[in-house]
T-cell receptor
Framework: EPEVTQTPSHQVTQMGQEVILRCVPI?????FYWYRQILGQKVEFLVS????????KSEIFDDQFSVERPDGSNFTLKIRSTKLEDSAMYFC?????????????FGPGTRLTVT | GQSLEQPSEVTAVEGAIVQINCTYQ??????LSWYQQHDGGAPTFLSY????GLEETGRFSSFLSRSDSYGYLLLQELQMKDSASYFC????????????FGQGTTLQVKP
């Protein structure tokens, strides 16, 4: 069964450093998302991406964040200068289409620890 | 603001039936989804309701009442492996598919 993959599974970085989280969505999917989950809290929407551009972003997704689809398979989230409060699990998700009936498939997540 | 309310914890025994409620208040509504998450792993899709009524998928059923801004997930014939966190999520945009999640309900199934 096709699945969303994410690398690395765990990333430790120092405050102020840049990190890039990588995702490979399901191959025939067209809509891509990043969510994050701070330990013990709910999953929060960060950004949605379609047709090589951001379609919506949340208040969390400030100028320190950027997304890119550098080729036909990868989808990345970059945090330019990490802060302690960026420590969280970051989930990538993809869906075949954006219609309400289309399920979003989540990857296993990258646990980001900022020290 | 946007909010989804669900109980923080539920405990039940194997073989029992449990219902997890979710009330929502969002700026837009295009459907209510339920996701299961084991120990911080990937959220896994369980069900989706766009219209009022009950949707059944095996041991799991989900209900929606849009007039009451309310839904629930019903788990029958509980098994130990059902111990997990369950999140309701509203799709509040028809254009982007953005999901707004509730805080999650931790279900503990006991022998």
């Amino acid at each position: 069964e096709p699945e969303v993959t994410q690398t690395p599974s765990h990333q430790v970085t120092q405050m102020g450093q840049e990190v890039i989280l990588r995702c490979v969505p399901i191959s025939n999917h067209l809509y891509f998302y990043w969510y994050r989950q701070i330990l013990g809290q709910k999953v929060e929407f960060l950004v949605s991406f379609y047709n090589n551009e951001i379609s919506e972003k949340s208040e969390i997704f400030d100028d320190q964040f950027s997304v890119e689809r550098p080729d036909g398979s990868n989808f990345t989230l970059k945090i330019r200068s990490t802060k302690l409060e960026d420590s969280a699990m970051y989930f990538c998700a993809s869906s075949e289409a954006q219609g309400a009936t289309y399920e979003q498939y989540f990857g296993p997540g990258t646990r980001l620890t900022v020290t | 603001g946007q909010s989804l309310e669900q109980p923080s914890e539920v405990t039940a025994v194997e073989g029992a039936i449990v219902q997890i409620n979710c009330t929502y208040q969002t700026s837009g509504f295009y459907g209510l989804s339920w996701y299961q998450q084991h120990d911080g792993g990937a959220p896994t899709f369980l069900s989706y309701n766009a219209l009022d009524g009950l949707e059944e998928t095996g041991r799991f059923s989900s209900f929606l009442s849009r007039s009451d801004s309310y839904g629930y997930l019903l788990l029958q014939e509980l098994q130990m492996k059902d111990s997990a966190s369950y999140f309701c999520a509203v799709r509040d945009s028809g254009n982007t598919g953005k999901l707004i999640f509730g805080q999650g309900t931790t279900l503990q199934v006991k022998p």
